[in-house]
């Protein structure tokens, strides 16, 4: 029997070829969306996914929290005023966006029959009160291009993500986290620093400007900053 001749003009991957597109920072992929189109999609592309129960959105990249939603979800949502709420989820954490995946440009949805205005205003109020990006995508495959693209973002040397928030508080530890990245300049790095060198919040609170420059390595102007808000707060 004569060997098989290898087509070397074949623009078809095998499976073997097919290489991780992610290989250091996995997408989280909310439970519910297990059978969907776009976890299948990952699959084939051999992306570094995980399956995980999330409190909020749909999907998980280093502290990127997506929202995805079809067109008619997107107005389904917007009229039994469950996206706002989502939205207010999704700035808990330091980065979001909301993908809105088949667009209708001419804004029709024979279901509802919502108004091409008020489609409109919602999208303004997404983008100007909320201050949360939208991408628009064709199908499930952009979709989940997309998702590869946002892994592919973080695929840079290891830093502190922000702790991954939820609808209810967890441990002490992170609810100190929490509250010192609300600080300008405080990020999740220097929060931890911080929580390592200090006893408690109310000692970080009342420590002097030396002994913050000394145990972290602030920067004289956040540190400024930092102790100016402390004192207008107390």
Known sequence: MKKQIENIFSSKKTQKEIKCPNPKIQIVVDTREKQSLIAANLLEKKANIK??????????????????????????????????????????????????????????????????????????????????????????????????????????????????????????????????????GIGPATAKQLLDNFDSLRDIFNASKEELESTVGLDAGKIQGFLELLRKIQ
């Not at 067109?71 to 993908?99: A, H, T, W």
């Not at 590869?148 to 100190?176: C, F, G, M, N, V």
């Open 51 to 184: 399956f995980e129960k999330l409190d909020i959105g749909d999907y998980l990249v280093g502290d990127t929290i997506i929202e995805r939603k079809t067109f008619s979800d997107f107005v389904g949502s917007m009229m039994n005023k469950r996206l706002q709420e989502q939205l207010i989820n999704l700035r808990k954490y330091p980065k979001q966006f909301l993908i809105i995946e088949g667009f209708y440009y001419n804004y029709k949805n024979e279901r509802t029959k919502v108004h091409e205005n008020a489609i409109r205003g919602m999208l303004l109020s997404i983008a100007i009160d909320f201050q949360i990006p939208i991408i628009y995508t064709e199908n499930e495959e952009d979709t989940s291009k997309f998702l590869i693209l946002t892994a592919r973002k973080y695929e840079k040397p290891k830093t502190d993500h922000a702790i991954r928030q939820t609808k209810t508080a967890r441990s002490l530890e992170e609810r100190k986290q929490f509250i010192l990245e609300g600080f300008p």
